[in-house]
Nanobody, 119 residues
Framework: QVQLVESGGGLVQPGGFLRLSCAASGSIFSANVMGWYRQAPGKQRELVAHINNNGMSSYGASVKGRFTISRDNAKNTVTLQMNSLKPEDTGVYYC?????????????WGQGSQVTVSS
């Protein structure tokens, strides 16, 4: 069984920064993708950033240049450094771990972390 445990998040003023971390445990396939998604009230969940086990990363257009994703393969952790935060970054952030299996993707999710950007 795979478990994802998130930490970080909270309340920050516009222009501030926060860091989210996620630790995965269990039977994890090594060739995987770890990432972060977020969901604002009344909106669909969207990709923030993800990174594969080779270190290749991709970002959502709205966070590019402000957020940085990194991972530690040995520890099965992924971190999202969020700088220059804006009110529109507010939402629940979910850690995601996925890998291919039998022509589809297995997805695992963290419990969600609230990020609120407000003055």
């Amino acid at each position: 069984q795979v478990q994802l445990v998130e930490s970080g998040g909270g309340l920050v003023q516009p222009g501030g920064f926060l860091r989210l971390s996620c630790a995965a445990s269990g039977s994890i396939f090594s060739a995987n993708v770890m990432g972060w998604y977020r969901q604002a009230p009344g909106k669909q969940r969207e990709l923030v950033a993800h990174i594969n086990n080779n270190g290749m990363s991709s970002y959502g257009a709205s966070v590019k240049g402000r957020f940085t994703i990194s991972r530690d393969n040995a520890k099965n952790t992924v971190t999202l450094q969020m700088n220059s935060l804006k009110p529109e970054d507010t939402g629940v952030y979910y850690c995601n771990l996925q890998w291919p299996r039998d022509g589809t993707w297995l997805n695992y999710w963290g419990q969600g972390s609230q990020v609120t950007v407000s003055s």
